[in-house]
């Protein structure tokens, strides 16, 4: 392993742990992040210390001035609703260009990529499927065939990115019901029903932004 990938590694995890804190409410909206102090807390150089806070500002977690102070950004729920609402509407329509323009192999690659998801669900895996996840909307993104909606859904997707860590799939019942929405999604996609994969991917983002929020509100309630 390279210098490079081993900072990017521990930045990684570094900006995960943090971004679960704020979320949960653990680290108060307003705070300021000392470089020095979060060093100390991970036992890490100032480096990847620095790689996460700029992870954090990228998904809006965190405001970075000018003067390079960081304060943790003071996460409304309403704006979290509104960024999966309006992801709700992109990735809707990229399944249904899927299910008009997706070829052969890759609805293939969705069948397959789907079907290691369940193997995850039955596992009870929740870091395993929330990686899965990850990759199956990617491929819709790229399956819709259109490169703005592609670049814009991912980019969107990126600033939640927190939301979608192994954390909120509490229990098995979310992880089982994410699959079921996921599964139908994929029907719609391989039987080039768009209307329906339209409708079925909306009602998936949905849900997911309700099971989001709603742990929120409990951590911080706690």
């Not at 081993?6 to 680290?27: C, F, H, M, N, P």
């Not at 992040?33 to 890490?44: D, T, W």
């Not at 999966?84 to 890759?106: D, H, I, P, S």
């Amino acid at each position: 392993m390279t210098v490079d990938n081993a900072v990017t590694t521990i930045a990684d995890k570094v900006s995960r742990q943090l971004a679960e804190e704020i979320i949960s409410g653990v680290i108060s909206p307003g705070q300021k992040l000392e470089e020095q102090n979060l060093a100390e807390k991970f036992s890490v150089s100032r480096s990847p210390i620095r790689d996460a806070l700029r992870q954090l500002s990228g998904t809006g977690l965190v405001d970075i001035k000018p003067n390079h102070s960081v304060t943790v950004v003071d996460l409304k729920v309403d704006q979290l609703h509104d960024m999966y609402e309006a992801l709700g509407e992109l990735e809707a329509l990229c399944a249904k260009f899927c299910a008009q323009r997706m070829t052969t192999v890759e609805r293939k690659q969705l069948e397959e990529l789907h079907q290691r998801s369940a193997i995850a669900v039955r596992k009870k895996s929740k870091k395993t499927y929330a990686d899965l996840n990850d990759q199956f909307h990617d491929m819709l993104h790229q399956g819709s065939h259109n490169k703005s909606l592609h670049s814009i859904s991912g980019e969107l997707r990126r600033r939640l990115a927190p939301f979608r860590r192994p954390t909120f799939f509490r229990g098995t019942k979310r992880l089982k019901d994410s699959w079921d929405e996921h599964d139908n999604v994929v029907n719609a996609v391989l039987a080039a029903d768009a209307k329906r994969a339209h409708a079925e991917m909306g009602r998936h983002l949905v849900n997911s932004s309700l099971n989001v929020i709603s742990y929120i509100e409990e951590t911080r309630d706690s």
